[in-house]
């Protein structure tokens, strides 16, 4: 019984700044590049996500409460 084995290649990264403005991780990540580094993110957290909401409309509902009273 022969086992066929599929060979991938890794994604490649970027190397250069350059590289990096024009590349679109396709893993899931989000990427900053600082220092000649890539750093990865996993993204937000459900309370993170939830506190900058907040936020957000919070910000939303005071600039429309301010253009009320002008």
């Avoid at 459900?46 to 409309?57: F, G, N, P, R």
Wanted: glycine content about 4%.
């Amino acid at each position: 019984m022969k086992i066929a084995m599929q060979h991938t290649t890794a994604p490649a990264f970027p190397q250069t700044f350059d590289e990096f403005l024009t590349w679109e991780p396709v893993d899931g990540y989000k990427y900053e590049w600082k220092d000649g580094e890539m750093i990865r993110f996993s993204g937000l957290k459900q309370k993170q996500y939830l506190s900058i909401t907040s936020l957000v409309d919070f910000s939303m509902k005071k600039d429309i409460i301010r253009q009320e009273h002008l």
